[in-house]
């Protein structure tokens, strides 16, 4: 039960990482769009809230894999707890950043006049989520890999 939970926390972690990653690889080709392609290529967009659900999904299994090994290596549960607030500050920057752009161009389908100071809030936020989410990640799978200790026979 414990290898599926270590495996299940991973891969839905690693799901929330994906989508940074591409907002981060392709920042530098984005970020100097002119005006019409940009709004153009944030319809792509369309429909990735859905990695919303995979974000309380990812900081579910932490927290359970954070209390399951709390008592037998707690320096994997602090990881996997640490992994879970990392996930969470990613969605403070989202609703700080993101989010209200998302709001004000009306999901990048209306161009206000102050556009360009949206796309690049937008963009650096998904920039930092990326790092965030990386991090993460690598805590998540710090705390599986640890070894748990060995059971003493009596």
């Given amino acids: 039960m414990l290898t599926a939970l270590k495996i299940s926390t991973l891969f839905l972690t690693m799901l929330t990482v994906a989508p940074g990653l591409a907002h981060l690889f392709e920042l530098p080709n984005k970020i100097t769009l002119p005006r019409d392609s940009y709004f153009i290529v944030q319809g792509i967009y ?14 579910l299994a932490n927290v359970i894999l954070a209390l399951r090994l709390r008592w037998q290596e707690r ?77 003493r026979h009596k």
């Fill in 46 to 59: 369309a429909g990735w809230a859905l990695f919303g659900g995979v974000l309380g999904l990812a900081i």
């Fill in 75 to 151: 320096i994997a549960a602090t990881l996997a707890f640490c992994s879970a607030l990392f996930i969470g500050l990613s969605l403070v920057v989202f609703f700080t950043w993101t989010f209200p752009a998302n709001q004000e161009t009306e999901n990048w389908t209306v161009i206000p006049e102050n556009w360009e100071r949206l796309r690049v809030e937008w963009e650096y936020s998904h920039a930092v989520n990326a790092l965030i989410m990386f991090a993460a990640l690598v805590m998540t799978a710090s705390a599986i890999s640890r070894p748990l200790p060995r059971q």
